[in-house]
């Protein structure tokens, strides 16, 4: 259950994919980077915005965090590769994982910095937003939507959901909440394709919440990938959520981190019916994410979920 992504090896580089709510376009410059451009899918009627990019610091350890420059109807970010670690892990090649595994330390230590920006009265991250009008029934999106919730409400019942509903309200409570990027994932993760930082597309998800909900989101990502696109053989290569989490320091709750991986599992089916339309795969998904709450999303983090 995959949108279309830029493939490393391809003979061209220029790539455009995307779904519903965001197209990608990603184009070299006469420098020798790569200009990611973003803008709204057929699905979303008005363009992305970034109301709290001005609070992003300049300058993070490891990854940069690139903010974005507005263009026509959409926003342009300066990468200097031309592929996503998510495109990285679908190539079979040991050095590809190993790239990545880079590239979520990099991560790792710049959303800590980011983690201790002062927080401004901001709204919880859109796409948590998306999801919480999805678990409490109130999402007025396509058909497809309102088709998965009830398979969804038939599958978890009433206490996942309320599971679910629980975790959306802790990770974004109000007490101590710090910037947060919103939707860290690895599609929105560029390392370089020779030299250069690795960048982390940062702009139009910022928001409010627990630092747990950015490491979640992309350990999500990784359990995700790991059940749908068993590509990496008998060697599994790097611990990649190790790398994000040991980069990331001390301090994070591994268990809400742990939690904050379903809602990101959560996040994508729901978007995916939303923006994409009804696959009968969704229906493994539900299954997969009845597991997934019940074990608290313990396999998402190395060792289980212990602090």
Known sequence: MTAAVATPGTAQPVAEFGTGLQVTRVTPTSDGRYEWWQGPGARRADPPTVPYVSYVPRH??????????????????????????????????????????????????????????????????????????????????????????????????????????????????????????GFASLGALIPPLHRGPVALLTGEDLGAGRPELDLGWLLGDLAELAWAVPVFGDDPGPDLPGALLDAYGPGANREWAARAAVLRITAHMRDFAAYCDWSDELTDYTAFIADLIDEEGRRAVPGGATP
């Open 60 to 181: 993070t350890s490891g990854a940069r965090l690139v903010v974005p420059r507005p263009s026509g109807r959409g926003l342009a970010y300066l990468a200097d590769g031309p592929y996503s670690a998510a495109a990285w892990l679908r190539d079979p090649r040991p050095q590809a994982r190993r790239l990545v595994a880079h590239a979520l330390a990099a991560t790792g230590a710049a959303l800590r910095e980011l983690h201790t920006t002062p927080v401004p009265a901001a709204e919880v991250p859109p796409a948590l937003a998306r999801l919480r009008s999805f678990v409490d029934g109130r999402d007025a999106a396509p058909p497809a939507v309102r088709r998965l919730r009830e398979h969804s409400a038939r599958v978890w019942g009433p206490a996942r959901l309320e599971l679910l509903r629980a975790w959306c309200a802790e990770l974004t409570r109000p007490a101590g909440p710090v910037l947060v990027h």
